[in-house]
């Protein structure tokens, strides 16, 4: 078995299409389709299912696969461990981060961290919690800024770094717009404008309403607070949302919500136990001393 073997399989079972896959890797199709006959030949298992020109992993490809990734994904932590040994101040940082932190939060943050380490190289990925967490998982990511993870089977340290508090946002005009304060309840029957379920602010929201017992009456569901905003100020509905930065808010009013309290707590996530570079430590030591959490205290949680 040759090593570029495992390559092409993992790239053929990523896109499950040997013409596409095939210009990725610069080879010619027959040359892939020969591989990936000769590794399964060694395998002694069929690794794809094949019907015509489309072919999908069978269960032994999947199996197959994810032992793939983690031998390579193994390789490229030795190998980069060893490019970090000899040039230490230049090294990649993976971070990802919740789409709510990333109109103003993430770039201060970095550009702050950049006035000192300017060789540092950022890689950046801005999902939802769950799939930030699954890139975690896969190596993908070294560290992200999430919401507190709740159901998870990953070693995962996680340490809070600050509250954020959860507004009302309404239309001008809405009847609560001249409102200073107002409780949940007061949005009882209104349409309200979420983001998807499996984000981390949605499952803030939809706890919130179970407190009080009402359930709300969604009506459009986003996948950025950006988007939201701008359906509240389109007057759609009304959304809960943190408080918003680095957008056009003059076309919506923000009320801030007196009972139940209405905040959230974003911290750092990591991979207990896992290699990282020295920017990746030198990024994380950056982030805690920048929100003040003490190095020297346990403030990571297992989850």
């Known amino acids: 078995m040759e090593w ?7 790239t053929l079972a990523r896109v499950q299409h040997v013409t596409q896959a095939a210009e990725l890797l610069s080879l010619s199709q027959p040359a892939l389709s020969r591989s990936i006959a ?36 193994e390789f490229e932590s030795g190998k980069q461990e060893l490019q970090d040994l000899v040039h230490p101040e230049n090294g990649e940082i993976a971070l990802g981060f919740l789409h709510t932190l990333g109109t103003s939060l993430i770039p201060d943050l970095i550009g702050t961290f950049r006035l000192d380490s300017p060789a540092a190289r950022f890689q950046l990925i801005q999902n939802h919690s769950y799939s930030l967490l699954e890139h975690l998982d896969a190596g993908v990511l070294d560290l992200c800024i999430i919401a507190e993870p709740t159901e998870t089977k990953l070693p995962i340290q996680w340490t809070p770094l600050w509250s954020e508090e959860i507004f009302a946002y309404v239309p001008p005009g809405h009847r609560l717009a001249g409102q200073k304060s107002i409780v949940l309840e007061d949005l009882a029957g ?5 983001l998807k379920k499996g984000y981390a602010l ?21 996948e950025e607070a950006a988007t939201a ?21 003059s076309k919506i009013v923000q009320l801030q919500i007196r009972e139940p309290a209405c905040y959230r707590v974003i911290g750092m996530a990591l991979v207990e136990g896992r290699y990282m570079s020295p920017a990746a430590q030198r990024f994380r030591a950056f982030v805690l ?3 003040g959490v003490p190095t020297s205290t346990p403030a990571p949680s297992d989850i």
């Open 229 to 249: 905003a701008g359906l509240v100020g389109a007057g759609l509905g009304v959304s809960l949302l943190p408080e918003l930065r680095g957008i056009d808010t």
């Open 289 to 291: 001393r920048y929100f």
């Open 202 to 222: 949605r499952r803030t929201t939809d706890s919130l309403f179970q407190q009080i017992g009402m359930t709300p009456h969604v009506m459009f569901e986003g």
């Open 190 to 194: 209104e349409p309200m404008i979420f």
């Open 38 to 73: 000769r590794l399964e030949e060694e395998l002694g298992v069929p690794l794809f299912s094949r019907q015509g020109r489309s072919i999908s992993l069978n269960r032994y490809g999947q199996l197959f696969l994810q032992r793939v990734q983690r031998i390579l994904a």
């Open 4 to 10: 570029q073997q495992l390559e092409y399989f993992q």
